[in-house]
């Protein structure tokens, strides 16, 4: 077996240009492999963190039925009871509860239909990023009796206002089933790098919303976020049992946003391309490589069958030398792809104003490192060397001596 290493280390440094292209072949689709699985889940991640904590929270809680058209005439039942549980669960981080309807919104320029949220200023920006999106003026206050407003940056432009300003904010009030009014002053303006909250919602106080709705001390949302985001998608968790109580329902971001959901799932099949791609790829050069090393070898092959070699033995040879070129690879390809995934992480990829399905990236993309990369990904890599050496292999083991021979080099 040391022969069969020696002859096998003897070949591959016969043409060093081949070996180290071989090699570098096999080493980037490595590093490629874990570059792509670092980036894919840091942007699975990032679309997660900023779909759910930007605003929506990572679950909710509504009462059945709400969610099919938004009923406001369909409030949360026994809130007191599901906060109390929130506060005392473990796996808790924050919650907050909002109420909800669809509303007009009106300045001297313009008059525009807006979904008008409740909210209370503490505990919202525990939940949310409300707090840190605001742009202009300043955040609401809870001890402040004005009658506060918050709105997008989009929809600020649209009205014509600016920190200061008054705007007028109807709705419905379904205890006297007429129209409500009140005057606001504009507090401050949010930017979330998303159409629908930037133009589509106004915050306001949650004791005046009640009012405005005559919903008394209902509300239509409890939302919560975990110690751990990544709970938010375990459907098996006992808390989703806990929480649905009295006619409600709680529901993590997959039942939320399941167009969000898909488009995470369809990041897996992503990689599986990307590595069928480098795959297919690596495999044709590693082939290609041996099939020349063969070829330059073929008299060689030809006389160490015709003194007695066993064919088992030139296929033990072409593998060995497989599996060298594909050891070396990987500790290379697994340098180069922590290299490049922790330069990336330290610059990060900045998305700005984009987003993609209605989800804004509201963090800096920083790819991640995971045990998988360096565990199932060079055992890929390992086994599409090998099989890729096997035909080769097979091929250098059938040369018929008398064939061989007859050429020369």
């Known amino acids: 077996m040391n022969l069969i290493f020696k002859l096998a280390l003897r070949n591959i440094a016969r043409n060093k240009r081949r070996t180290a292209l071989t090699v570098l072949l096999i ?42 058209e938004y009923d406001a005439e369909l409030p949360v039942n026994s809130p007191d009871a599901l906060l109390e549980k929130l506060q005392s669960h473990p796996l808790v981080q924050s919650y907050t509860v909002r109420t909800m309807d669809f509303g007009m919104v009106s300045s001297t320029a313009n008059n525009l239909s807006v979904q008008v949220v409740g909210i209370r200023a503490e505990s919202e920006a525990q939940v949310s990023k409300l707090k840190q999106s605001i742009v202009a003026g300043r955040y609401l206050s809870d001890d402040d009796a004005e009658t506060q407003i918050l709105i997008g940056t989009r929809l600020a432009e649209e009205l014509e206002a600016k920190p200061g300003d008054r705007l007028v904010v109807s709705l419905n009030n379904y205890e006297t089933q007429e129209i409500e009014q009140r005057l606001f002053r504009v507090t401050g303006i949010f930017k979330m790098n998303s ?10 106080q949650l004791p005046l919303a009640q009012q405005m709705l005559g919903l008394g001390s209902a509300i239509h949302e409890i939302a919560f976020n975990f110690q751990q985001e990544t709970l938010s998608g375990d459907k098996s ?10 006619n409600n329902l709680a529901e993590g971001w997959k039942t939320l946003m399941p167009e969000l ?25 590693v082939v290609n490589a041996m099939f020349m090393s063969i070829y330059e070898r073929t008299y060689e092959f030809g006389v160490i069958l015709a003194i007695g070699t066993r064919r088992l033995t030139i296929f033990k040879l072409i593998m060995t030398e497989g599996l060298m070129l594909c050891l070396v690879s990987l500790v290379i390809g697994a340098v180069i792809g922590t290299v490049a995934v922790l330069w990336v992480a330290h610059m990060g990829i900045d998305y700005g104003d984009m987003d993609f399905s209605g989800v804004a990236l509201a963090e800096v993309l920083r790819p991640e490192l995971r045990w998988q990369q360096f565990t199932e990904l060079p055992f890929a890599v390992f086994l599409m060397t090998m099989l890729a050496s096997v035909y080769p292999a097979i091929h250098a083991a059938r040369i018929v001596p008398a064939k061989a021979l007859h050429r020369s080099l």
């Not at 590093?31 to 942007?43: E, H, N, Q, T, V």
């Not at 898909?262 to 044709?284: C, N, R």
């Open 237 to 246: 968790l006992a808390i989703w049992r806990e929480l649905s109580i009295a």
């Open 195 to 204: 159409k629908f909250f930037d133009e589509g919602l106004v915050f306001i």
């Open 261 to 285: 959901a898909s488009m995470i799932g369809m990041f897996d099949y992503s990689m599986f391309i990307v590595g069928g791609i480098l795959f297919v790829v690596a495999i044709l050069g």
């Open 27 to 68: 080493s980037m689709t490595l590093a490629l492999l874990i570059f792509s699985d670092g980036y894919m889940k840091a942007m699975s991640d990032v679309m997660i963190r900023s779909a759910t904590r930007l605003y929506p929270g990572d679950a909710q809680i509504h009462q059945v039925g709400y969610r099919a």
